[in-house]
């Protein structure tokens, strides 16, 4: 009987195929990213989808920057941005693409329409975002339930041209995002100013309403809209009916002044094209008072 | 017909340039700061801006397509860009021409089914006029549109070619095209080589068209090249500044590198208090921003 038995030996090597690292690159429309099959790109039909939800630092459009030639599996990018790989998954990122509504951002809006038990958001991104009646926290109490009355006079919670904070609840099936105002910290906005700056410069962060050592609030929305407004204490135990009141309060002229101040330090900062965010915005506010003060 | 010798025995035209040479392109992104994208072009003396809005809500229903984004193209002329002051109808017939063309040629470019229920703007507007204006406003877009981060499958662009006394000639400016020889703009795709637009409006041999096509093909790419530079050169600036703040957060750099002075010198408080609060939301904003300059201008 013939027993054969092998030596250990070393293993081939496969690895001829040449890794290259293309990351941090710099793509434009039409450019070959890779030609590597290790490679998965953000689908927008197909169930990769899903796991864009986890990547949620990368603010990124829909078709996240990349695109499939037929059948032959090259990986070319859509937009004029830098390479990103996460994993095994490639995206483009720009720096001046609109914004794209993701879970949970805090986002500022502006009602564009009032409409049947919803209203129209304009929000920066491609679409208007809506905000339902069911999904506004109406007054008399977080319990009450909304009556065919609320659905007549919904132009009392809000309506054209008011500004709102709000987060994001969900997307629907052609983009457009869903938000919703179901807490304290959301809702009317009044007593400020309001500036706007690309939807890249604002970075997700732990908290978007700031208070500034000025006497100033702060709300960054995550798509470039900002709200600078008089501080105001926590809205905990306000009288529900001033939650939706459109009449601003007193606002002494030191208030009024700060409040520009950080408005034209916010534009600054965009005009720089500089990350927005609490700290950024104290030192523009407090350098500009190096400037001259022409009265 | 213009007396004019268009070829000289030389080979040089009017303009001094050789048959196959296009003129000098100049071109920057990202020169409107309340557009989306933007992007200003000079081909020659041919001069054009480029303004893109979008995706957006579309402000009419009827602009509603419910599964991708509809494409809407203006394009204008300034008063000033022709040698004779002119005031241009909006409905210009061959406005509205030059409008349908950059529609046409960028529906299947544009990545228009990830948008569906929303409106895409492009704004064309000649601010001086020396022949080639189709060409020069689906350069002028294609760019607008890479800097508005709209996904594209490849760069559109355009040059036109045209024989001049049996040569074959790239690049054509107004004394040539007013000229009675024939002239075709192509589009391509850079990368692909599709074609995407073909127009002409004058009768050419067709034993020509094959040399006129490949010299008009290999303009494209020329021109490619110059927009591909630009872009890229303004992406990366874009992408250092807002990383640049990063690192130095906290730093005395940051406070220096802001640069806020010069901002502010014009810094009246008066009336951008009172138009802080008092509805007014934009006062304060229109002060300190306004247009950037153009090109090297």
Redesign the interface.
Known sequence: MNVEFLLPEARQNDDDVEMIDVSDKFVTPGETISVDAQYMRFGINDITISLCKDFKHYSLSRSHGTFSDEKDGIIKSSLAGRVEIVNKLISVRTVHSRYNAEIGDLIVGRITEVAQKRWKVDINSRQDAVLLLSSINLPGGVMRRKTEEDELQMRKFFSDGDILAAEVSGTFQDGAASIQTRSHKYGKLRNGSFVSVPPSLVQRCKTHFHVLSCGVDVVLGLNGYIWVCKHTPSLQDVDSETIYSHKNEPISDATRESIARVCNCITSLARKFKIINDSSITLAYEESFETQHID | MSRKELLNPAGLRVDGRRATDIRRISCKP?VL?QA??SAYIEQGNTKCLAAVY????PRQKSAIL?NR?NISVGVSFAPFATSERKKWSKSDKRLLEIASFVKQTFEPVI?T??????QIDIFLQILQFDGGTIQICINATTMAL??????????VCACTAGVIQNVPILDLNLIEESSDSPEVTVAI????EKVTLLQSESRLDVDSFQAVAQLAKIGCKEIRNVM?AA??KN??D??G??EA??KT??SAD??LG????R????????P??????NGV?YT??AI??GHQNLGGK
Do not use: C
């Open positions: 990202s700061s989306d994208g979008g995706p957006r809500e419910h984004a990545q089914t990830s948008f569906p229920r929303s890479v800097d508005a981060g709209i996904p594209m499958n490849d760069y795709l850079a990368d692909s591909d872009l890229r992406i990366k874009l992408f500044k807002m703040k990063i957060d906290q940051f406070r802001l640069n806020l002075s901002r502010l010198e014009n810094f009246k408080a008066g951008i208090i009172r138009s802080a609060v939301r304060h904003i300190l921003s």
